[in-house]
């Protein structure tokens, strides 16, 4: 195995670092007190729906999402009159810095990252201007430093991707005429690669990408090139620079902000005229003002407040958009935006409540990097509707466009299909000091970008910041302090364009907490092990720890699942794939996928590509639905979450979505619409097996993402198995309030016999006796109780206790015992020679500092499966929740059946191996897979580790037992089987 470096699952390894006295612990909420009782009532058996046929409702509920939203996408008023003359600049030719010239057409963005000089050059021809008019070179987006020349004359320059400029070139154009533009890449502020070679570039890890398997699909890297739009327009001499319209739903106003340039050089009067009309309806009312202002030189500002009576709300259901027209003397501008408010509570407690149009509201999504982007540079349109019609169909309200602002026709579709956005400034890790007022500059820029849109619905500044200390760059990046005197600034700078704009300044923050308004983590614990809070500590309830006083958002969570077998075929170079299916493969030929370095934490490694897919599939499902509800039923505490990602860019690029770069759904989209439903069941519980007769207590949660309250419902429940239905339950819910997670009670009966091991199953639906709104099924593996025992010996004080913990275990003295069990080391090197010769033996972790045994010469050392000292986010990454089962057991141990097993006494779901066994001459029966450092990629194969093995009549376990033994019935059954063999029941 060969390793290389992975530059997102080492920051993912990084821990908080300072400031933890501002941060507070959050523990779960408490236990319901009601308890179901039996009724006559129950709820059907729920059936899980074949993938097959999601798909095809998928399509269905596409084309019906599509008819719903078609109305709101037409513009239904009259266009501007007046319209400015244009020329569109499309063609270039194109060179990097001592290179032969190209052809290209704009949009175009290409690579390598890091930096680079190139220069576009076009011809075109123009009309001379008439005495009153000026003549504009227009760019809506280059990245990243541009120098614009025209005819040899420096027009401008700028610096930034996202945000559009402009020159005025009156005065050195002529008949025909040259364009030169001389564009510059540089590195991030994070750096490329390693992080330790950064640059100025402010850009973050997402963008547009380039057709490039080895560098251009992957996470978005930083290219460069002038990706939209290129024209030149002319304007009257006194014109309309930018109309920004500030809603006030409150008193049913709105107002109308006026940016007019007068090229007069002297003051004068001049006539605005604005109009307020519906623009995707047409039963509105209109508002129309005219007015005689005065006007020097420059840019002038003028504001007008209208009513808007009986105005129709922009919402996500009714995304009801006006159009504001406005001119000066003969020009006209239009600018789209909605009545509505979007505001933050910073007066409760906690604080950080959301509300829309005086709603509380929650923020269910996913991250987007890249293809949207690539939607508008290819003019697919139709395909960027579908992009937010999928987001819509399973259940998202809202996107985080992911740390860069992007085109505005991508705000303007959200707008008319009802989807809200958040928007990042491109900072990713660090900035830079020198950028300090670039930065400001920047966060000006973005919100004048986006501040007409209704769909836009907050700012922040910086994704995963960390210390600069932690690799040494303290030199070149600003210090916490200092980065919050860049987030006062950038506060000014948006509420100085849009005073009601929504700020959350960090996303994903990992130096916390910021110190003014809402806090928000990042969470890959079922990907990046143990990553910000153990999986088991999550599903329980527990968040990792927060800013006091205050709510948060989960920015980023999800797993891993590899492209859908179609995609790899139709896109992936040949080198990456296996000649035929059945051929030995593995996932590490896909550049920077990660599925080879991280599945054994969860999976096993798999020998051929379509098991490969399989499994990563499933366990992102698994990984995905379990996230998702664990985070909803914390809804008292989140208010945002944002799975990363929904659809794929490119070929491979962000494996992590839940849809391929050709739009067809992995088996998480369909888990992920599910655990998003507006109103639903939820049940819960830490044991997800337990003996017949035991009481594990099923927690029925009901999750309400809607502003309203509900009433009058209750729940229903039935107990069954596949042959049988036992007991039907039921609780009434006498309020369920908006917006708002409620434990509504626990279901707790001894689990009936099963005639053998098999599923449980509970099944809950909500609603009443005539109507179900949703249900949900919870499984539980039902274990006979062993019949046979066995006497056992114990030495050491966790011998003993697994002894009298495991059911079919017998305490015995070491002359009568079958068995024996060991963990101390020193006791069992002073009773060896008394252990009769043929007694089978079994070693558990030593309990002493030294963890080893030496048994016929042979040192069998018991080694942490991490690093102690590799820091993660709870001090040291401990174990592993996942082990593999050899192929001579598994028609005894099948599946995933030594994985996610019940801590007893921490009262949660806890890791199954922390430490693996190395020694020789050993046969392993239970194992996991080498780790490599976090921010490490593997190659090849990966070495197995022993958690379980046999040598002789000696048998060593490192697998954990404390608090997990006789509540897990397979530990039990395989440690009695360790020491007597598969004939025990």
């Known amino acids: 195995m060969t390793v ?69 996408t037409k513009r239904k008023c009259a266009p501007p009159g007046n319209a400015r003359e244009r020329i569109i600049i499309d063609r270039f030719s194109f060179a990097f810095e001592n290179k032969e010239k190209i052809q290209v057409e704009i949009p175009h963005y290409t690579g390598p990252v890091g930096r680079w000089t190139a220069k576009y050059a076009s ?58 533009v001389t564009v510059k890449n540089d590195i991030p502020t994070i750096g490329n690669g390693d992080m330790q070679i950064n640059g100025d570039k402010l850009y973050a890890a997402t963008g547009p990408g380039w057709d490039d398997p080895q560098d251009g699909w992957h996470h978005c890297p930083a290219g460069g090139g002038i990706f939209d739009k290129v024209y030149i327009e002319y304007r009257n001499n006194v014109f309309i620079n930018d109309i920004f319209i500030r809603p006030d739903i409150d008193n049913g106003t709105a107002e109308i902000n006026l940016e007019v340039f007068c090229g007069n050089e002297k003051n004068s ?90 709603k509380p509201v929650i ?39 992911t740390q860069r602002p992007v085109q505005e026709e991508i705000y303007h579709y959200f707008d008319m299909l009802g989807m809200m956005a958040q928007s990042d400034l491109p900072l990713f890790g660090y900035m830079r000091k020198n950028k300090f007022q670039e930065g400001v500059k920047q966060a000006g820029e973005m919100e004048r970008l986006v501040r007409n849109h209704p769909s836009v619905i907050m700012d922040t500044y910086i994704n995963e910041p960390f210390s600069p200390d932690k690799y040494e760059l303290g030199y070149r990046h600003m210090s916490r302090l200092e980065l919050e005197l860049f987030f006062n600034a950038c506060d000014a700078a948006v509420h100085f364009e849009n005073p009601d704009r929504v700020v959350k300044r960090v996303e994903g923050d990992y130096d916390p907490p910021t110190g003014k308004g809402l806090s928000d983590f990042h969470c890959y614990n079922m990907w990046y092990t143990n990553h910000a809070i153990p999986l088991g500590m999550l599903y329980k309830g527990y968040l990792p720890a927060l800013k006091k006083g205050w709510k948060t958002g989960c920015g980023e969570y999800g797993a891993e699942g590899l492209d859908n077998y179609e995609v790899m075929r139709k896109y992936y170079p040949k080198e990456w794939l296996p000649e035929k299916d059945s051929d030995y493969w593995i996932p590490d030929r896909i550049v920077k996928s990660q599925t080879n370095t991280m599945h054994g934490d969860w999976y096993e490694e798999q020998d051929n590509i379509r098991d490969w897919i399989e499994k990563s599939q499933l366990h992102q499902e698994f990984a995905t639905r379990l996230m998702t509800l664990a985070f909803r039923r914390r809804s008292d505490m989140i208010v945002s979450t944002a799975v990363h990602l929904l659809i794929d860019a490119w070929p491979s690029g962000w494996m992590k979505t839940l849809l391929d770069v050709d739009r067809v759904p992995k088996k998480a989209y369909f888990a992920f619409k599910e655990s998003l439903e507006p109103l639903k069941i939820n049940l819960r519980c830490d044991r997800w097996t337990a003996y017949e007769g035991d009481e594990p207590e099923i927690e029925a949660w009901i999750l309400n993402d809607t502003s309203k309250n509900f009433s009058g419902f209750a729940v229903y429940a039935t107990m069954r ?16 309030p908006p917006c708002s997670a409620i434990s509504a009670g626990i279901i707790k009966v001894p689990l009936p016999g099963t005639h053998g091991d098999g599923p449980m199953y509970i099944d809950a639906c909500l609603g009443s006796e005539d109507e179900c709104i949703s249900s949900e099924r919870f499984t539980i593996k039902v274990y006979k109780q062993p019949i046979d025992s066995i006497k056992v ?54 309990e002493e500092k030294e963890k080893f045994y030496v048994t016929d010469g042979i040192r069998r050392q018991y080694t942490p499966v991490f690093d102690s000292e590799e820091k993660g986010e709870n001090s040291r990454l401990k174990g592993l929740s996942f082990a593999a089962v050899s192929k001579k057991i598994q028609h005894i141990f099948p599946g ?20 693996y066994i190395e ?14 450092a976090f921010g490490k990629i593997t190659r090849g194969r990966k070495r197995r580790l022993a958690f379980a093995g046999i040598s002789g009549t000696d048998r060593f376990l490192s697998l954990e037992t404390r608090g997990r033994s006789g509540v897990n019935p397979v530990l039990d059954r395989f440690i009695k089987f360790l020491i007597a063999g598969s004939g025990q029941k």
């Open 721 to 736: 198995n596949l042959k049988s239905d036992f007991k039907n339950y039921c609780l009434d819910v006498k309020s369920i």
């Open 363 to 401: 923020l269910r999504g996913a991250n987007e990097m890249g293809h949207l982007q690539l939607c508008v540079m290819r003019g697919d349109y139709d395909q960027l509707t579908e992009d937010i019609l999928i987001a819509r169909y399973c259940n998202m309200n809202y996107y985080r466009i």
């Open 269 to 358: 009067m001049i006539e605005i005229k604005a109009g307020i009309y519906p623009y995707n309806f047409t039963d509105g009312s209109t508002t129309e003002i005219h007015k005689s202002e005065k006007a020097g030189f420059g840019l002038n500002y003028y504001k007008y407040t209208v009513g808007m009576e009986g105005f129709r709300a922009w919402e996500p259901e009714s995304p009801h958009l006006y159009i504001c027209m406005a001119g000066a003397d003969r020009d006209r501008l239009e600018k789209t935006f909605g009545m509505r408010k979007f505001h933050m509570d910073e007066d409760g407690g906690p604080k950080g409540g959301l509300f829309l149009n005086n």
């Open 896 to 915: 995933d059946s030594m994985s996610y097993w019940y801590n007893e006494e921490k009262g949660y779901i806890d890791h199954v191996a922390e430490y």
């Open 919 to 932: 020694g020789e001459d050993m046969e392993a029966l239970v194992f996991g897979f080498e780790k490599p």
């Open 4 to 72: 290389s470096k992975d530059v997102f699952a080492g920051i993912a390894a990084g821990g908080m670092t300072n400031r933890k006295e501002a941060l507070g612990e959050t523990m779960p909420m408490e236990k319901p007190a009601a308890i179901f009782s039996e009724c006559k009532y129950g709820c059907a058996a729920i059936t899980e729906i074949a993938y097959d046929e999601k798909t095809r409702v998928y399509q269905r509920g596409l084309n019906d999402l599509r008819e719903k939203y078609r109305r709101f």
């Open 793 to 846: 010996c114990g030495i050491g004080g966790d011998a003993g206790r697994i002894i009298s913990k495991t059911p079919g275990l017998v305490e015995a003295r070491l002359e009568n015992c079958e068995a024996v069990i060991i963990s101390s080391r020193t006791r069992y090197e002073a009773m060896v020679d008394a252990i009769p010769g043929k007694t089978k033996k079994l070693f558990i972790i030593p």
């Open 123 to 180: 011809d075109f021809e123009l009309r001379t201007p008439d005495e009153d008019e000026r003549v504009f070179i227009v760019f809506k987006g280059v990245d990243y430093y541009a120098d614009v020349d025209v005819n040899g004359k420096r027009a401008g320059s700028h610096e930034g991707f996202f945000a559009p400029f402009e020159f005025d070139i009156t005065r050195i154009i002529k008949g025909k005429n040259t364009l030169e």
